[in-house]
């Protein structure tokens, strides 16, 4: 098949055979019809992705590659910040963002085992593992109804001697108040880590004007696992403005390596054999000098060549995903008052934060009392629409956390956290992902009006 081409050529060849499949066989949409299935996220993706990955597959270079310089560098200009490091997964980019603290080249700033971060309960796990995972001590504090986010007014509160770093996610797509955090931070030196995996393309107002969440701290994090506002399959990003943060993420990320020459480049800076580090002998190759305990964390080419695909489409993504909620949010206050009640009796509807402007990730909603959620969630699922926890809802009080409970150490609860167990209790969301039709959300409002107690029940 290939005797007579060239090796471009015979790439060229395939690539058009694999845009043709993914035109034939992927993305074949059927009309919806009510009672479908509703997922609550879906990757949305076309040919441009299957044939960026397998353009990677064909190169065959497999670790990180000319893809993943291509990513980092589009994605940090994207959220107008200076470094990104791509990683495996938000979970990872977690634990890559927090340990990056804890590096002795921060000096008297360092995070060491026993201080304290401050953070929510309500939320996903790995914004908090890491905290555990070094020794240092989370400090729960609770959060707001309806944004779902850090209460700021108990900061303060929270703060002690120990108070090394402030560490908690945008929910869904809602910014935290992210003046009140900074200037906090400020006014204490503490550390700001955004994880922003699950709010990438939501924006907020400071008082020097807009900027992406997940820039306003000093590290921001990324997931690109499906069902997030984009994906690589498995994948999470670092982002920084902070050049020692950044070296210190690298090296991290990087098995903690010194050297900052790419997998597959030797000697860029002429130095190799020069040096003189630690107490090795001078001279020592300094592709092999360790300044960190490291991991590798790396994401794979493949992985970026997925995700330089779906940059391309983003802004697309993020308008449709602000659409798709304000049409639900519309759909059900509608359909609530033409049956005569004002939804809010009933349910409590998100509100984005002030000074922002919400990349939605899903739509949060919070049973009022005499609602049950149970009830509500068992006949909406059953109608066909996937419905969501807020992940741990409290995760103080997960079997992971039995030990630390039992024994009174290792974290601490300032005040209480009354509206993070009425979110395990009563909340639970439904999707806004790019994919969604207008005829999908119509259906999802008046399912979930339908699925609320009448006045009489
Ligand atoms: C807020 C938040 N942080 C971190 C993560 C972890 O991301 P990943 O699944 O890519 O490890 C998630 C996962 O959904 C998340 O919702």
């Known amino acids: 098949m290939y005797e007579n081409m060239s ?3 015979a790439r060229r060849r395939i690539l058009e055979c694999v845009g043709e499949y993914c035109d034939k066989f992927h993305n074949r949409k059927k ?3 009510p009672g479908d299935r509703i997922t609550y996220a879906s990757r949305v993706y076309d040919r441009s992705e299957m044939t960026n990955l397998v353009d990677s597959a064909l190169e065959f270079w497999l670790t990180a590659g000319r893809y993943t310089d291509q990513f980092e560098k589009s994605f940090a200009n994207y959220l107008g910040v200076r470094f990104c490091s791509l990683v ?7 634990l890559l963002a927090f340990m990056t603290l804890t590096s002795p080249l921060l ?5 060491l085992p026993g201080d304290e971060v401050i953070t929510v309960a309500a939320g996903f796990p790995t914004t908090v593992a890491p905290i555990i995972q070094y020794g240092a001590i989370p400090v729960f504090v609770d959060v707001t109804i309806p944004e779902y986010n850090i209460d700021v007014s108990k900061l303060e509160d929270a703060l002690s001697d120990k108070t090394r770093a402030v560490m908690v996610a945008h929910t869904l797509g809602n910014p935290f108040d992210l003046r009140a955090v900074k200037a906090f931070c400020e006014k204490h030196g503490l550390w700001l880590i955004e994880d922003n995996c699950d709010a990438l393309g939501s924006r907020y107002e400071m008082e020097d004007g807009w900027h992406y969440t997940g820039t306003v701290g000093d590290i921001g994090t990324s997931s690109f696992y499906p069902p997030h506002h984009m994906t690589m399959g498995e994948g999470g990003a670092v982002y920084t403005d902070n050049p020692i943060l950044n070296k210190i993420a690298r090296s991290l990320r990087d098995w903690g390596r ?5 997998s597959g480049k030797d000697n860029l800076c002429g130095h190799r054999f020069d040096g003189q580090y630690g107490e090795l002998p001078f001279g020592y190759d300094h592709k092999y000098v360790y300044s960190h305990f490291g991991y590798n964390l790396k994401a794979t080419d493949m992985q970026a060549a997925v995700g330089c695909a779906q940059l391309e489409k983003f802004p697309g993504f993020v308008e449709k995903r602000k659409k798709n909620f304000k049409h639900l949010y519309d759909g059900l206050k509608d359909k609530a008052s033409a049956k005569g009640y004002d939804i809010e009796d009933k349910l409590i509807l998100p509100k984005a934060s002030e000074h922002s402007d919400p990349s939605w990730f899903g739509f949060m909603m919070t049973c009022r009392e005499g609602v049950s959620r149970k009830e509500v969630v068992e006949k909406i699922e059953n109608a066909g629409i996937q419905t969501r926890a807020l992940f741990a809802g409290n995760l103080t009080k997960h079997p992971c956390f039995d030990e630390m409970r039992e024994l009174g150490k290792g974290f601490r609860i300032v005040g209480d956290l009354h509206n993070t167990d009425k979110i395990m209790e009563r909340s639970f969301w439904v999707g806004v992902y790019p994919g969604m039709t207008d005829e999908m959300l119509d259906y999802m409002s008046t399912t979930i009006v339908d699925s609320l107690p009448v006045a009489s029940d």
């Open 31 to 33: 009309e919806f019809e």
């Open 7 to 9: 090796e471009e050529e």
């Open 107 to 111: 000096g008297e700033k360092r995070v």
């Open 258 to 262: 010194d050297c900052v020459c790419p």
């Open 88 to 94: 495996n997964s938000g979970s990872s980019a977690n």
